[in-house]
């Protein structure tokens, strides 16, 4: 790390001591939850996400700082404690909520991969520890119940008042923060008319009869492991997109329906990306696990991992094989295909500068890859 940069990382570990001693404290009361009124429906306010998210940030800045400083041992308790962090949303039934967890966890695995990489950790303790803390983390049961919360918000949207629902229309962010006021909308005589046509006609109820339905589906492919869960995923995605486009001579859309889903609908493919990245790291620290009681070599596939470092070989969610492993040098690579589905090799993200995006310059193909470079 140059000077520069580590004198000001360091000033600002330092500025939030405090801040880091609650951290640390709240990531043992694992039965807590957060002052969140869901009585409030789809009106409800979620302050502590974006604060979990920097506290997330500075935790990882701390991590990486104890890691720079060779304080292995405390570096790991603050990733331990970063993964707690993001655990802590595992009992709220939002898709937001979960999304941020999901965010929590990535970053969290980002220094798990930086420490490795800054300096070999001597001790088997420590990366057993890590890996024990990767271990438990499972998105199964939080992805079900998220989705269960986002079914009764949508269905709380769709019983709103009259005015309300007209507010909705008019401007569901601004709704969704609670500053739109119903009689403010600013909704035309067209829209008020073509809402009431809606009503009348039975096509709002079978705007609501779609999207619970939808959301039952997305519910029940939970049960299908993956990456059969994903093609499922991809199908409903599918279908919420052609209902909410009007075509000349069809039905008309489901306006509401395509209001609420389409923000939804790519989250199996997040939760899949987050699981990649745990089984990713897993798999990660068994090699180096294996390499410190092997004087340095590394193993010639992951099934030599097999039963001392792991149960079982890591599946890639995507396409139900194995996880990739390609032995370098003195390093390794460990990846998955990602949500292309295409084997890139291994090959790690590029992330494009704000220019070439301006400039419409497409993302070159890329694994999910975890990189250990000595």
């Not at 039965?31 to 306010?45: F, H, R, W």
């Not at 401007?171 to 035309?188: L, V």
């Not at 599946?315 to 040098?329: E, M, N, Q, T, V």
Request: proline fraction near 6%.
């Amino acid at each position: 790390m140059p000077s520069e940069v580590k004198e000001i990382a360091a000033n600002l570990v330092a500025k939030n001591k405090a801040a880091f001693e609650l951290l640390h404290q709240g990531a043992t009361n694992l039965k807590c939850c957060y002052p969140v009124d869901m009585t409030c429906g789809s009106q409800t306010l979620i302050p502590h996400l974006p604060r979990l998210k920097a506290a997330a940030q500075l935790l990882a800045l701390k991590a990486t700082m104890e890691a720079e400083e060779d304080q292995v041992g405390e570096a790991t308790r603050s990733i331990g404690d970063l993964f707690a962090l993001g655990d802590s949303l595992e009992q709220e039934p939002m898709l937001i909520s979960l999304l941020v967890r999901f965010s929590c966890h990535e970053i969290a695995v980002s220094v798990v991969e930086s420490l490795l990489n800054r300096r070999p950790v001597k001790e088997d303790q420590e990366l057993s520890n890590l890996e024990g803390i990767l271990q438990h983390i499972q998105y199964e049961g939080a992805l079900r119940r998220a989705w269960i919360g986002e079914r009764c918000f949508d269905l709380d949207i769709f019983n709103l008042p009259s005015k309300k629902m007209r507010a909705f229309l008019a401007d569901p962010q601004e709704f969704a923060s609670g500053s739109a006021r119903p009689d403010q909308t600013g909704e035309t005589p067209f829209g008020y008319l073509g809402f009431w046509m809606m009503r009348i006609s039975g096509h709002f109820d079978r705007d609501k009869l779609f999207c619970l339905e939808t959301i039952d589906n997305y519910i029940r492919a939970i049960d299908s492991p993956p990456p059969a869960r994903l093609e499922i995923a991809g199908r409903i995605n599918a279908l919420v997109g052609d209902n909410k486009i009007y075509r000349k001579g069809e039905r008309w859309p489901f306006i509401i329906s395509g209001l609420l889903l389409p923000p939804v609908a790519k989250v199996f493919n997040r939760e899949a990306q987050r699981s990649a990245r745990i089984r990713l790291a897993r798999t990660g620290l068994a090699l180096e696990r294996y390499r410190l009681a092997h004087s340095g070599q590394l193993p010639s596939g992951i099934s030599e991992l097999i039963p001392a470092y792991l149960n079982e070989v890591p599946i890639d969610p995507f396409d139900g094989h194995p996880l990739r492993y390609k032995k370098l040098a003195h390093s390794f690579v460990v990846y998955s295909i990602g949500p292309d589905g295409r084997d890139d090799g291994g090959t790690e993200r590029k992330a494009l500068s704000d220019a070439q995006r301006i400039r419409g310059v497409r993302e070159p193909p890329y694994d999910i890859t975890f990189t250990v470079k000595r």
